[in-house]
């Protein structure tokens, strides 16, 4: 059974320091990998979108890595500013189960002005 | 702008009630799909939908049922609400197709509570 991970739970860094999020997850055959971030009490902005052939996706300032063999995704955010704050999560696409996504539990980030 | 939209963003029912939970897409989406999130427990799939008047169970069907009588809309149902169903609930939409994933979009909840 796919298991999503993400540690931490909640980061705190003032603004201008750039941090990285991790994601873990135990199956390695993954169509993709899509990183989203949730305000509070709001729906999920989908960020960046990886498929499994690829490496790495860029989006401004945030840079999103895979390492399927390692079971391994760590999202990059350069510079971050206050309106960064946020919860960000992870979800992997499932080889074999028709689109359906597996979520970690998220990484509350706060950006201290 | 494309969109996923959910037609209430709080709702409050009473136990015992029948909840209609609507959303529709306008990007001609093949995929639909119904998650809760609750704190510590993450995002479950509730259901899903790959075509019209087809519906797949997800982790956490029991106590819910779904309706896709057109392409953009997909209905969440709880036939007689119960407090431990207080939740958000979010609708997802995504192309067709097992191996051209796109990724999915999102609506913006529907906080649904339950007293």
């Known amino acids: 059974k796919q298991e999503v991970t993400q540690i931490p739970a909640a980061l705190s860094v003032p603004e201008g320091e750039n941090l990285v999020l991790n994601c873990s997850f135990t199956?390695?055959?993954?169509?993709?990998l899509q990183w989203f971030r949730q305000d509070p009490g709001k729906g999920l902005t989908s960020l960046l979108l990886?498929?499994?052939?690829?490496r790495e996706q860029t989006s401004g300032r945030l840079n999103a890595s895979l390492d399927k063999s390692s079971g391994r995704s760590t999202l990059y955010i350069a510079a971050s500013q206050p309106g960064d704050s946020a919860t960000y999560l992870c979800?992997?696409?499932?080889?074999?189960?028709?689109?359906?996504?597996?979520f970690g539990t998220g990484t509350l980030l706060a950006v201290q002005p | 702008d494309v969109k996923v939209t959910q037609s209430s963003r709080y709702l409050v029912k009473r136990t015992g009630e029948k909840v209609f939970l609507e959303c529709v897409q306008d990007?001609?989406?093949?995929?639909m799909f119904w998650y809760r999130q609750d704190p510590g427990l993450g995002l479950r799939l509730i259901y899903f939908?790959?075509?019209?008047?087809?519906?797949e169970k997800g982790d956490i069907p029991e106590g819910y049922s779904v309706s896709r009588e057109k392409k953009e809309r997909f209905s969440l149902i709880l036939e007689s609400a119960s407090t431990n169903q207080t939740s958000m609930y979010l609708c997802?939409?995504?192309?067709?197709?097992?191996?051209?994933?796109?990724?999915?979009?999102f609506g913006s909840g529907t906080r649904l509570t339950v007293v």
């Open positions: 979800a992997v696409s499932r080889r074999g189960a028709t689109n359906k996504l597996i």
């Open positions: 997802a939409s995504s192309i067709g197709g097992v191996i051209h994933n796109y990724g999915y979009t």
């Open positions: 939908s790959y075509d019209v008047k087809m519906k």
């Open positions: 199956d390695s055959a993954i169509y993709n």
């Open positions: 990886i498929q499994s052939s690829q």
């Open positions: 990007m001609d989406h093949e995929n």
